[in-house]
C-alpha cells in the first residue's frame, strides 16, 4: 500500500477514464438499470476495487459512472475517506498503469494504458460524462453532480442518448406533415402548399386562401356596413 500523507488537504474524489479494447460496446450500456450494465458494472468493481484498495491508503469506494463508445470507456470515481494531497491523481495513476499491465495476463482485459485519465474531482465533471451531440451536460449546483439533458425537440429514452422526436413518435405528425427540429425551438411539422396549409401544433388545422379570402371580405364588408350606418345617422 501506498501511504500518503493525511495533513496536506481535504478529502477527495478523484475521477478517472480507461479504454477496454477487446470489449465491444453495445446501446444497453447506455442504460444503467439494463441487466448487461450492471453485470459489467460489477465485474470492474469486483475487479478494481480490491486492487486500488490494497494500492491506496484512505480509499474509501469506487463508483462506476457510465460506459461510452470506443471499444468500451470505462468512466469512475474514487473516494477517499480522509484529506488526501493533490499530488494523489499521480499515485492512482501510477497504480491504474500497473493495473493496465497485468489486466491482460490475469483477466484477459486489453487495456490501453495510453487512454489512462486521471483528475481530480475540482475538474470539469462533464469530461466524464456520455452526451451525445443532441444534448448538453449540466452541473447541478447543488450536489456537483454532471448529467445530460436534451436539446429541446429531443428525448431521452430509457437512459439511451438523446433522440429526435421525430424518431421516437413517427405520429408526431398529422396530415402528412414532415417533421423537423428547430435548433432552439423544437419540433415543428406543417407543409405548406401554394394556396394552403396546415396549422397547429400537430398539424390538425387545413386552412386554404378561398377561406382566407372569404374571412378578409366578410370582414371588409362588416367595416363598410359599420361605416355606412355612422354616416347615414
Excluded at 21 to 44: C, G, V
Excluded at 150 to 179: E, H, M, R, W
Excluded at 186 to 196: K, M, P, S, T
Amino acid at each position: 500500500s501506498i501511504a500518503m500523507p493525511v495533513n496536506p488537504g481535504r478529502a477527495l474524489m478523484v475521477f478517472f477514464s480507461l479504454r477496454v479494447t477487446n470489449m465491444i460496446f453495445s446501446e444497453d450500456l447506455f442504460n444503467k438499470s439494463s441487466p448487461e450494465y450492471k453485470a459489467l458494472e460489477q465485474r470492474f468493481l469486483e475487479l478494481l476495487v480490491p486492487y486500488l484498495q490494497s494500492n491506496l491508503s484512505h480509499f474509501e469506494n469506487l463508483e462506476i459512472l457510465n460506459f461510452r463508445n470506443g471499444s468500451i470507456v470505462v468512466n469512475s470515481r474514487v473516494k477517499f475517506g480522509r484529506p488526501v494531497p493533490r499530488s494523489v491523481t499521480t499515485t492512482v495513476y501510477l497504480i491504474l498503469a500497473d493495473f493496465c499491465n497485468t489486466a491482460y495476463q490475469t483477466m484477459n482485459l486489453a487495456i490501453d494504458k495510453y487512454s489512462l485519465d486521471v483528475e481530480l474531482d475540482q475538474a470539469d465533471p462533464c469530461k466524464f460524462q456520455a452526451c451525445n451531440e443532441f444534448a448538453e451536460c449540466k452541473v447541478n449546483k447543488w450536489t456537483g453532480e454532471a448529467e445530460c439533458v436534451c436539446n429541446a425537440g429531443y428525448f431521452s429514452v430509457d437512459s439511451l442518448p438523446c433522440q429526435s422526436i421525430c424518431n421516437l413518435q413517427t405520429d408526431f405528425c398529422l396530415n402528412d406533415g414532415k417533421c423537423d427540429i428547430i435548433s432552439g425551438q423544437g419540433a415543428i411539422c406543417c407543409r405548406v402548399g401554394e394556396n394552403w396549409w396546415y396549422r397547429g401544433e400537430h398539424c390538425e388545422e387545413y386552412v386554404s386562401e378561398p377561406l382566407v379570402v372569404g374571412i378578409a371580405i366578410t370582414s371588409v364588408a362588416g367595416f363598410l356596413l359599420v361605416a355606412s350606418g355612422v354616416i347615414f345617422f
